[in-house]
């Protein structure tokens, strides 16, 4: 009996079709309306009409799951190579964290209860490390270089045990072995052509046990290994996906329909960057192998197959035109400042006219469950909730650096000692914390020879003044300025909320540029020092001043009790509305008293000194720039300050 599709979705048998279409006929339009559109079955309907609920797609214990992942808005630490880092690896079995620079080094780390801490450091290679594979056991760990050597490292002992000379240049490398295997094979590709070589990572022995030159027509950038099934899937410069055995006895074949449900790969998506032209950067598995995600620099798009099927599961476009689109739209999840917008664009079409090196990092990767997908973008490291299709965090969106490698920790830290049965039944709070997790997101930035480690946990200045960068190799000329603003900022504060009797205006400081200006305020505001103070001169298209507590101009004084002098920065000018200055009586006279200007007003460059610029609150400043005024240019009506929050 055929069966027949109708455009609800119902499957209907042949001899029914004619009493359905008879009975459809009859139907009013308002019962129509009210059918439920649930079904994802069949053609797709237009959107609901009002008054009707699309049935959403939910994920069971989403909090829980979220529980379990970063939640900080900054990052709590970052940690020095002498070089830029390139890639972070977690070993979810030892819990060592492992991280490589271009300049040939490679560090081991300790997680620890709260963090992580050094544990070793190798000098693995003379030339830059291009690539870098740890087994899906997270017992084994290799690299490679220009220097035509495969460095190989026990991850459990932190120590390399073999070192292989090649006489190729490599491209990429892959653990391709079970659990239980005696050999533990090592896959590398060559750059210049499509030979994939097989080393035994534990023998000394330099040449390779076999060589897989048909798998692909061009040079192989990516292999990941599917321990479940035994399978590699590997992506070549065209961007071409092939499925295979690691096995020269079948001849490297594709797997058959047993392990994976096509035949051909014209039944899958697999063509979906060949046919883009493009190539991705990465390919991670989840945890439980049956899924995989691709991304890249190239098309910037992230897309999530099923690894049975082959098929496209989610794809999410984060291109740089769809992104300024949502941008100027405001329609973003995170609208930012135009200009820390337009700095962030600027440096990431940096990265993708560069081909190859540290643009060829940027990864994704699954949490342990497999619903939450994390990948770093111009906005900051998202979380991508895969069941619902929808953004569930966004993290590290102020900072400024634009992360690339990311490594997820889910672990609890192992610690020594038996529990017995009594004491994992009783309700001591100390037993608990042993197997609290930490969930940590280790990520590598563009150009920084550091990596971040994001936690639930916000950023702390220790008792000694340092900052959250640690300075645990010797710091650079620029680093040490860097970290001085860091301090200021922390120190001092970044960012203020004025509450007036109109509003509240939002001020953004520059403690880097005039560190002498926002210390005096934010030392005045919290001594309450403008609670009260009137706006005693109000100019429309030029400025609002405050700040004297005679509330006439001739008044006021800063924390030290005299004048200071001016501070002027080659990148600050009144070049726009809105900017934050000191007032003075002439050169070097600083004291309390303030403007904001409404207006550009580039005359006062290297005259008064910026200290900070509005962020929020525009329209109370226009409000106060619109009020009546006297022949000395003062509110006809009193408007206050009530009170200054410095954050």
């Known amino acids: 009996m055929s069966v027949i599709r109708s455009e609800s979705g119902l499957v209907l048998a042949s001899n029914d079709w004619w009493v359905w279409l008879m009975d459809s006929k009859k139907r009013t339009a308002d019962d129509q309306d009210s059918q439920d559109d649930n079904d994802d079955f069949g053609v797709s309907l237009p959107p609901p009409v009002a008054g009707t609920s699309k049935k959403q797609r939910l994920l069971l214990h989403e909090s829980l799951y979220l529980d379990n992942l970063p939640s900080a808005d900054q990052y709590e630490r970052s940690l020095m190579h002498r070089d830029v880092v390139n890639y972070v690896f977690v070993s979810r079995s030892t819990d060592f964290i492992i991280t490589t620079s271009v300049d040939g080094h490679v560090k081991f780390w300790k997680k620890t209860k709260l963090g992580i801490e050094f544990a070793k450091h190798f000098r693995a290679h003379i030339a830059p490390i291009i690539a870098a594979a740890l087994d899906n056991d997270g017992l084994l760990f290799a690299t490679t270089s220009f220097d035509n050597a495969i460095k190989v490292f026990d991850v459990l002992n932190f120590d390399m045990i073999n070192m292989v000379k090649i006489n190729f240049l490599p491209k990429t490398l892959c653990w391709a072995f079970q659990p239980g295997q005696a050999q533990a094979l090592l896959a590398c590709s060559e750059m210049e052509n499509?030979?994939?070589?097989?080393?035994?990572?534990?023998?000394?022995?330099?040449?390779?046990?076999?060589?897989a030159s048909k798998i692909h027509s061009k040079p192989v950038t990516i292999m990941k290994y599917n321990s479940v099934c035994n399978v590699v899937v590997s992506v070549d410069s065209s961007g071409m996906f092939e499925y295979w055995h690691p096995d020269p006895e079948v001849d490297f074949a594709t797997p058959d329909?047993?392990?994976?449900?096509?035949?051909?790969?014209?039944?899958?998506?697999?063509?979906?960057?060949?046919?883009?032209?493009?190539?991705?950067?990465?390919?991670?598995?989840?945890?439980?192998?049956?899924?995989?995600?691709?991304?890249?620099?190239?098309?910037?798009?992230?897309?999530?197959?099923?690894?049975?099927?082959?098929?496209?599961?989610?794809?999410?476009?984060?291109?740089?035109?769809?992104?300024?689109?949502?941008?100027?739209?405001?329609?973003?999840?995170?609208?930012?400042?135009?200009?820390?917008?337009?700095?962030?664009?600027?440096?990431?079409?940096?990265?993708?006219?560069?081909?190859?090196?540290?643009?060829?990092?940027?990864?994704?990767?699954?949490?342990?469950?497999?619903?939450?997908?994390?990948?770093?973008?111009?906005?900051?490291?998202?979380?991508?909730?895969?069941?619902?299709?929808?953004?569930?965090?966004?993290?590290?969106?102020?900072?400024?650096?634009?992360?690339?490698?990311?490594?997820?920790?889910?672990?609890?830290?192992?610690?020594?000692?038996?529990?017995?049965?009594?004491?994992?039944?009783?309700?001591?709070?100390?037993?608990?914390?042993?197997?609290?997790?930490?969930?940590?997101?280790?990520?590598?930035?563009?150009?920084?020879?550091?990596?971040?480690?994001?936690?639930?946990?916000?950023?702390?200045?220790?008792?000694?003044?340092?900052?959250r960068d640690i300075f645990n190799e010797k710091p650079s000329r620029e680093e040490q300025m860097a970290a001085m603003q860091t301090n200021l900022k922390q120190t001092l504060g970044s960012a203020a909320i004025i509450h007036t009797t109109m509003g509240d205006i939002h001020i953004r400081l520059f403690p880097e540029y005039a560190p002498k200006a926002v210390e005096n305020f934010t030392a005045l505001c919290k001594k309450n020092y403008y609670d009260n103070v009137t706006f005693h001169r109000v100019i429309k298209g030029f400025m609002i001043?405050?700040?004297?507590?005679?509330?006439?101009?001739?008044?006021?004084?800063?924390?030290?009790?005299?004048?200071?002098?001016?501070?002027?920065?080659?990148?600050?000018?009144h070049d726009r509305?809105?900017?934050?200055?000191?007032?003075?009586?002439?050169?070097?006279?600083?004291?309390?008293?303030?403007?904001?200007?409404?207006?550009?007003?580039?005359?006062?460059?290297?005259?008064?000194?910026?200290?900070?610029?509005?962020?929020?609150?525009?329209?109370?400043?226009?409000?106060?720039?619109?009020?009546?005024?006297?022949?000395?240019?003062?509110?006809?009506?009193?408007?206050?300050?009530?009170?200054?929050?410095?954050?």
């Open 577 to 647: 509305a809105f900017t934050v200055s000191m007032a003075n009586a002439g050169p070097n006279t600083n004291g309390s008293q303030f403007f904001i200007t409404t207006a550009p007003t580039e005359w006062l460059d290297n005259k008064h000194t910026i200290f900070g610029r509005a962020t929020g609150g525009m329209d109370v400043i226009t409000r106060i720039e619109n009020v009546k005024t006297d022949k000395r240019e003062r509110p006809m009506e009193k408007i206050k300050i009530l009170t200054i929050d410095v954050r």
């Open 194 to 211: 499509s030979n994939i070589h097989f080393y035994d990572a534990r023998d000394a022995n330099q040449t390779p046990l076999f060589t």
């Open 257 to 467: 329909t047993s392990i994976i449900k096509w035949k051909y790969k014209s039944e899958t998506d697999l063509f979906e960057y060949k046919k883009a032209k493009s190539v991705p950067s990465s390919l991670e598995f989840s945890l439980d192998q049956t899924k995989f995600v691709t991304t890249g620099l190239s098309d910037r798009q992230i897309c999530i197959f099923n690894f049975f099927t082959g098929k496209l599961i989610r794809k999410y476009d984060e291109s740089l035109q769809v992104i300024q689109e949502m941008q100027q739209a405001a329609t973003a999840i995170v609208v930012m400042d135009p200009m820390d917008f337009g700095r962030r664009l600027a440096v990431d079409r940096e990265i993708q006219s560069q081909e190859g090196g540290q643009s060829s990092t940027a990864n994704a990767v699954f949490d342990e469950s497999g619903n939450f997908v994390i990948y770093a973008t111009l906005l900051g490291i998202k979380i991508v909730n895969i069941r619902t299709n929808k953004v569930s965090r966004i993290i590290g969106k102020n900072d400024t650096q634009r992360f690339l490698n990311l490594s997820l920790y889910q672990g609890a830290p192992r610690k020594k000692g038996i529990i017995t049965l009594d004491m994992a039944a009783s309700d001591n709070p100390a037993l608990k914390e042993i197997d609290q997790g930490d969930p940590t997101i280790f990520a590598t930035a563009y150009k920084k020879n550091r990596f971040y480690l994001y936690t639930k946990r916000e950023p702390e200045t220790d008792d000694t003044g340092h900052g």
């Open 545 to 573: 001043q405050t700040g004297d507590p005679n509330g006439d101009g001739t008044g006021g004084e800063s924390i030290w009790g005299h004048e200071f002098e001016d501070e002027f920065s080659k990148h600050l000018k």
